[in-house]
């Protein structure tokens, strides 16, 4: 079906995006992972589904989640390492045993968003929508559109200073830590097992006096994040919960139904936590779309269309997703000449929704519109409805739209 009276209004439907955002922010207060926002806005966006999209099929659910342990980590990685930097001048051993396990939690409890210290922190509930319009005739394929609903706590050193001061804030720490791993392990190789105080004339006791220079930054990482100041999030991501349900009105307000593909959205609360929600939503309907070929794409922080991006890794870069899917967006945007770089999401990057999807074994791809070296909007207070790129949004939309065109003619299923 030849979608193109939908692509060329994408500047109204991208205009609609924005209007609806700025609703949402100015209604149901702050939504953070767990909190009543997150769920407001998810039901707000189910009835939105249901009666301006016309799903006929649109279903919340919640799961249960320990939203503060995503960075909850740093104070037990950081209280690991800086214990160990007393530990080291009287029990070497002890000081390197616990520097490894600040860095085995950083790994896995940020680096593959594993569950590993979620049981010590507070339980919530999150919220989940799926939303699924009908075709006419037989079901032959599916498509969903994905978003995060949450926003992010508030990144202090990326609002006051700055991306390059905020990651370089935490490459500072890890080599501090790391070298005082070094130093530890050197002398217990030189000196062996000992308890009491070290000889402060050896080499890597002069190394270790030399890292204390390294101690005020990791002091800073206890600072990395402000959990009492919640952003609006508007970019990141409501940006992405709007870009299918902008399409879904579209297809509406144009009278349009196709004959065999089903169209959704998911929107997976959460995010912010961890992926907390995309995972839920997989456990929860692992098998239920294996019937026909499903794709899942998914979009996070929808803004700078300098930075529209095809990730094809994701995840820190660890995971990658399905190449189908992520060459369909991408011929997409070529065939209307939306600018689409190809990329991945890098090592301290974090993760889109797209991560959980492919994990579990779906057809995803992530989307996203931001530059990965990180704006001054980025988990900042900055990141408001009056901050918004209208030119961002149109781009994706409409690279959204013949996508769905050309999944909805057969190419790449």
């Given at each position: 079906m030849d979608l193109s009276t939908l692509i060329e209004k994408k500047n109204k439907y991208a205009q609609?995006?924005?209007?609806?955002?700025?609703?949402?922010?100015k209604t149901f207060g702050k939504r953070d992972p767990g909190?009543?926002?997150?769920?407001?806005?998810?039901?707000?966006?189910?009835?939105?589904?249901?009666?301006?999209?016309?799903?006929?099929?649109?279903?919340?659910e919640h799961f249960k989640e320990n939203p503060g342990s995503f960075f909850g980590w740093i104070y037990i990685s950081f209280t690991l390492i800086l214990s160990s930097i007393a530990l080291f001048f009287v029990f070497p051993l002890i000081s390197a045993i616990f520097i490894a396990l600040a860095f085995a939690l950083c790994i896995f409890q940020f680096g593959m968003y594993k569950k590993v210290v979620d049981f010590m922190f507070p339980e919530k509930e999150g919220t989940?929508?799926?939303a699924i319009k009908s075709c006419k005739g037989e079901v032959k394929r599916r498509i969903f559109f994905n978003g995060h609903p949450d926003a992010a706590w508030e990144w202090p050193v990326n609002y006051r200073l700055g991306g390059v001061f905020f990651e370089g804030h935490i490459i500072v720490s890890a080599i501090g830590a790391l070298l005082y791993l070094i130093a530890a392990i050197i002398y217990v190789a030189q000196n062996g097992v000992s308890f009491g105080?070290?000889?402060?004339s050896s080499t890597p006791a002069k190394m270790a006096f030399w890292c204390l220079l390294f101690v005020p930054f990791m002091i800073g990482m206890f600072f990395m994040w402000n959990s009492k100041l919640v952003v609006d999030g508007a970019n990141d991501n409501l940006s992405g919960c709007y870009m299918g349900i902008a399409i879904l009105k579209a297809l509406k307000d144009e009278?349009?139904?196709?004959?065999?593909?089903?169209?959704?959205?998911?929107?997976?609360?959460?995010?912010?936590?961890?992926?907390?929600?995309?995972?839920?939503?997989c456990e929860a309907h692992k098998g239920e779309f294996d019937d026909v070929s499903t794709f899942i794409i998914s979009y996070d922080t929808i803004h700078d269309p300098k930075y529209l991006m095809t990730n094809y890794r994701d995840l820190n870069g660890t995971v990658k997703v399905d190449k189908d899917v992520s060459d369909l967006f991408m011929e997409a945007a070529a065939a209307i000449d939306?600018?689409?770089?190809?990329?991945?999401?890098?090592?301290?990057?974090?993760?889109?929704?797209?991560?959980?999807?492919?994990k579990a074994g779906f057809k995803a791809t992530g989307i996203t519109g931001l530059n990965h070296k990180l704006e001054d909007y980025y988990h900042t207070r900055r990141d408001t409805y009056d901050n918004m790129n209208l030119e961002g949004l149109a781009n994706c939309y409409a690279a959204s739209v013949k996508a769905l065109e050309m999944f909805d003619n057969g190419a790449k299923q």
């Open positions: 609609y995006m924005i209007d609806d955002i700025t609703h949402i922010i909190s009543p926002g997150e769920k407001a806005s998810c039901e707000y966006m189910a009835e939105v589904l249901k009666n301006e999209c016309d799903c006929d099929r649109v279903q919340i989940n929508v799926t105080l070290i000889d402060l009278g349009i139904e196709l004959e065999n593909t089903e169209v959704g959205v998911i929107l997976s609360g959460s995010e912010e936590a961890g992926l907390r929600g995309s995972m839920a939503w939306v600018p689409c770089k190809k990329g991945m999401v890098p090592p301290l990057g974090g993760a889109t929704d797209s991560a959980a999807f492919a």
